[in-house]
C-alpha cells in the first residue's frame, strides 16, 4: 500500500510539473506571437514608406497616397493588436515558470511605434512629393 501511495504521489507530481511547462510553453509561444504582428507592422511601415518612395513614376498619385496609407494605418493597428494579444492570451493556465514581459514596458514601446506609423503616414500625406504628380 505504501509503494502504490509513493507511485501515485510520483505521478501527481510528474503531472503537474508537465502542466507547470506547459504553462510555459504558453508563455513563450504569446511572445512569438507578439513578435510576429510587431514584425509585420514594421514590415507594412516600411512597405508604406517604399510605396511612397518608389511608386509615382508607376501608378497615378492617388492609388500610391492610398496603398502608402492603408500600409501606414495597417503598421499602428499590427502594433496595438501585438499588446492586445500578448496581454490577453485566453484561458489563464497554471502559474508558469518563466516571466512575461512587462505590460508597461509594452505599451510604451508599442505605443512609440504606433506614433512613428501615424508619423509615416503624415508624411507620406504632407511630405516631399505630397502631389506626386
Request: glycine letters at 6%; a positive charge; charged letters at 15%.
Amino acid at each position: 500500500m505504501a509503494s502504490l501511495n509513493r507511485a501515485a504521489n510520483r505521478l501527481s507530481d510528474s503531472a503537474d510539473r508537465s502542466t507547470e511547462l506547459a504553462a510555459d510553453r504558453n508563455v513563450f509561444a504569446a511572445e512569438r506571437t507578439y513578435a510576429a504582428w510587431v514584425r509585420t507592422g514594421l514590415a507594412a511601415m516600411a512597405s508604406s514608406v517604399g510605396a511612397k518612395t518608389l511608386l509615382p513614376d508607376i501608378a497615378p498619385g492617388w492609388e500610391v497616397m492610398a496603398l502608402g496609407s492603408v500600409l501606414a494605418l495597417f503598421s499602428a493597428f499590427c502594433f496595438f493588436a501585438a499588446v492586445w494579444r500578448q496581454n490577453s492570451p485566453g484561458p489563464p493556465p497554471p502559474r508558469p515558470d518563466a516571466r512575461r514581459i512587462p505590460s508597461l514596458f509594452l505599451y510604451v514601446i508599442n505605443g512609440f511605434l504606433a506614433l512613428v506609423a501615424l508619423g509615416v503616414l503624415f508624411i507620406i500625406w504632407f511630405g516631399p512629393n505630397r502631389g506626386l504628380h
